[in-house]
């Protein structure tokens, strides 16, 4: 996801090369039908989670993605009756965005603009959410209050971060992406672009909350997400995914994992799981 990111905080500039070289970045990770790889299945569990805190009685329908990239999340929103808007501090990402919503014929409307200045009034969004944004500020209090300002009353905040993490899920399985990277550095005939380097601050939900509590909401929650590894010889942003048939597998083996986790605790959303175990970690709240 782009973001505004002074040189403080990481390379605005970088997002954009990614943007730019990759095809990557054209992918679509939201799907009416079953997933079909893994990050399809990632942004799946994230939509069901969001519902879930949304709940049935959960009613407004005016929806912001903060920092949306190719806007895989508010196409789940857009494609359930959401009124959504989504913004972004990137041109190329914005385009990208449009060019994936006309091809699926889903409805949004696009703004280039800064998260540290959102160029909306006052109470103009029912739910405002963000997938990998926070994590990319070093100063997140202007970024918070911003979201919080242009939050209705009783509306629904939704962070997904993802900071550094080096103790995950990841740990496990990071020999089988290493393999993976050398196989495909030694199978490609060209060279493969390497992707900019991106800030990314460690910064728990600690962190996030005590600006949150400083902020007119209530009921802040946090907790860890994606309890899964992500398989790939390059898992930085932007995703590279293999091939349908090996996608294929995981999807079956990721399916049963959760299924898993279900059944040993039937009482919790199997996406959520203890805050540093998972790749990243999720903060919901709703303003007073």
């Known amino acids: 996801m782009s973001a505004r990111l002074d040189k403080i905080e990481g390379d605005r500039e970088g997002f954009d090369e990614n943007w730019k070289k990759r095809d990557e970045t054209t992918y679509i990770h939201w799907t009416r039908g079953e997933p079909k790889n893994q990050i399809q ?7 069901d989670l969001f519902n879930e805190i949304m709940g049935k009685d959960f009613s407004g329908r005016r929806a912001l993605e903060v920092g949306c990239g190719r806007g895989s999340m508010s196409a789940y929103f857009a494609d359930n009756d959401f009124d959504c808007t989504l913004l972004d501090y990137s041109a190329e990402a914005i385009e990208t965005a449009k060019r994936i919503f006309a091809a699926h014929k889903l409805n949004a409307k696009f703004d280039v603009g800064d998260a540290l200045d959102l160029p909306y009034e006052d109470n103009s969004f029912d739910v405002i959410y ?5 994590e990319h500020f070093e100063d997140i209090e202007k970024l918070l209050s911003e979201q919080i300002r242009v939050l209705d009353s009783k509306g629904l905040f939704l962070g997904y971060v993802v900071p550094h993490y080096n103790e995950n899920v990841q740990k496990d399985y990071k020999w089988i992406n290493d393999l993976l990277k050398t196989y495909a550095e030694k199978q ?3 060279n493969i672009p390497k992707k900019a380097d991106i800030f990314r601050s460690d910064y728990g939900s600690e962190r996030y909350i005590d600006v949150l509590n400083k902020l007119p909401v209530n009921n802040i929650s946090a907790s860890g997400v994606y309890p899964l590894p992500m398989i790939s010889h390059s898992i930085e942003f932007p995703f590279t995914l293999l091939a349908e048939n090996q996608e294929a597998i995981l999807i079956d083996r990721f399916n049963k994992m959760l299924a898993e986790r279900k059944t040993q605790n039937p009482n919790q959303h199997p996406w959520l799981c203890e805050e540093g175990y998972g790749q990243a970690f999720l903060l919901w709240c709703f303003k007073n």
């Open 41 to 47: 299945l990632a942004f799946r569990n994230h939509w």
């Open 130 to 134: 963000s997938i990998g944004l926070l």
């Open 188 to 190: 490609s005939d060209q």
